[in-house]
């Protein structure tokens, strides 16, 4: 008669704490990984609330930002950019994607989660597997496990290749295009190019916005890919109204203060979902999958930043 009514009030006390969590990472000062690994620490001890199914309210979240974001797409500089660098922005991205596909195999890992994590090294990070991820429905664990395989490799990033960039004495245009091309996080590429100089960050953060059109076609192509018996594709609706949000910031430039507005928002609302999704894995789960999503993400990683330098130092 006494256990339950100790019970209850405690549960309220982590479901108040779960949702304060939360609502902290609308806050500016909350980057992507803390609010993953603040969802993820919280699930571990226990108190991520079970009577929420979590996973549908984060797609619909995700999807929802993934649209948000597209008012932030600059579209006449990103197809310019895009034009000028095609070869290495596509070549970079197929390789990527087909390595990817290549060594889930060879490592006999769960294919959904090794594609997402090559198609957030491909593409744009932590954007990239929010937007493939409800293309190819995969569940709340293989995104989180992507998304932790690339923070982290994010992480590294910030401080390494500025690094080699000052070892190699590369020219700002050139660390500004290589750094948009092999790191993955759009905030990373951000954080790296500007310790590089002024220069390096312009031309990254324009090369990334460029590559962040490609999440279109890629998402698309994953939902061909990963359709399974269905005869017919249904082809996710955010990806629809990604699309014509750019449209509506390109040709209604009049608007340019409520498209900040939205993307602004978007941004942080990205960060709950991050928040939601690091909620959704625990240690025991992490134990359960492995190293190999990291080993993945390293691989990958590492053939996509060579191959890019290389041909990046070719030309010049």
Known sequence: MTSQPQNQPQNKTQLAIFIIAGLICLLPMVSSPIALILGFTLASIGWAPSQVYLGALTKKLLAYSIVGLGFGIQLDAAVRISLENLPLILGSIIFTLILGFALTRLLKMDHKTGHLIASGTAICGGSAIAAVSPAIKANSEQTAIALATVF?????????????????????????????????????????????????????????????????????????????????????????????????????????????????VSKRMLVVCLFLIGAGITIQKMRATGPKPLILGVLLWIAIGSSSLAYILLLN
């Open 152 to 264: 982290i490799l994010n992480s590294v990033a910030l401080f390494l290749f500025p690094a080699i960039g000052h070892a190699l004495s590369m020219s700002q245009h050139d660390f500004g295009v290589w750094s948009a091309i092999a790191i993955h996080d759009t905030s990373s590429v951000v954080g790296a190019a500007s310790a590089y100089g002024n220069e390096a960050l312009t031309t990254a953060t324009t090369i990334k916005l460029a590559r962040a059109l490609w999440i279109i076609p890629i998402a698309l192509v994953s939902a061909m890919l990963f359709k399974g018996d269905n005869k017919k594709m249904a082809i996710p609706y955010f990806i629809g109204f990604y699309c014509l949000a750019i449209a509506i910031a390109h040709w209604l430039p009049a608007g340019e203060v409520v498209y900040g507005a939205i993307f602004e």
